[in-house]
């Protein structure tokens, strides 16, 4: 099976920070990548699919790339309310994995 | 709109078999390319993706809980059944249904999941 490994596993940044995140599979899956954000106590909700498409009625700040092993999710701009954990996931084909999640945190 | 709720009990016994209900409405499992999955996230960790049937009634499985899960759906009532055999304490967790599409408009891969349940928390203790 592949693997996803995400990093770092946890950071803190400022408001208003470039915040990035790497996501890594352990063998090419094109660009078939999304990312969830999971706030505290809450369900996970889908941010990004393709690698680098927005979900509908996700803010601008957040934007996916990457292709094949090596994807990145970037929020550009850091707001209180992104205080998160973010999981990537693949999906060309089963089964449909998870990084292990990366904490987002305010400095 | 899209709703998704799972059933199930809160707490069984080491060894003992589980059986989660997603009941579902604002989508069909008759649909062409519709699929739901079940997946847990142990508390404090990581989500699990574990098991996935679609509208031709294909079913996929975690490879590592394969021999213990099945799967089954029940279109007449709009709902999804996972069972989990020989339960044991690192099983608890809390366990989510999510729909998904299982190909897009060019028949590529879109297994990715847009709508949750709420979750249910399960306990495995004696």
């Known amino acids: 099976d592949i693997q996803m490994t995400q990093s770092p596993s946890s950071l803190s940044a400022s408001v208003g920070d470039r915040v990035t995140i790497t996501c890594r599979a352990s063998?090419?899956?094109?660009?078939?990548l999304a990312w969830y954000q999971q706030k505290p106590g809450k369900v996970p909700k889908v941010l990004i699919y393709?690698?680098?498409t927005l979900q509908s009625g996700v803010p601008s700040r957040f934007s996916g790339s990457g292709s094949g092993t090596d994807f990145t999710l970037t929020i550009s701009g850091l707001q209180p309310e992104d205080v998160a954990t973010y999981y990537c996931?693949?999906?060309?084909?089963?089964?449909?994995?998870f990084g292990q999640g990366t904490k987002v945190e305010i400095k | 709109q899209v709703t998704l709720r799972e059933s199930g009990p809160a707490l069984v016994k080491p060894t003992q078999t589980l059986t989660l209900t997603c009941s579902f409405s604002?989508?069909?499992?008759?649909?062409?390319?519709?699929?739901v999955s079940w997946i847990r996230q142990p508390p404090g960790k990581a989500l699990e993706w574990l098991a996935l049937?679609?509208?031709?009634?294909?079913?996929y499985y975690s490879t590592s809980l394969k021999t213990r899960l099945t799967i089954s759906k029940d279109t007449s009532k709009d709902q999804v059944v996972l069972t989990m055999t020989n339960m044991d304490p690192v099983d608890t967790a809390t366990y989510y249904c999510a729909r998904s599409n299982f190909y897009d408009s060019i028949g590529q891969p879109f297994v990715y999941f847009d709508y949750w349940g709420q979750g249910t928390l399960v306990a495995v203790s004696s």
């Open positions: 996931q693949k999906y060309n084909s089963a089964p449909w994995t």
């Open positions: 604002g989508f069909s499992l008759i649909t062409t390319g519709m699929s």
């Open positions: 049937i679609n509208w031709d009634d294909d079913k």
């Open positions: 063998q090419g899956i094109s660009n078939y």
């Open positions: 393709g690698a680098s």
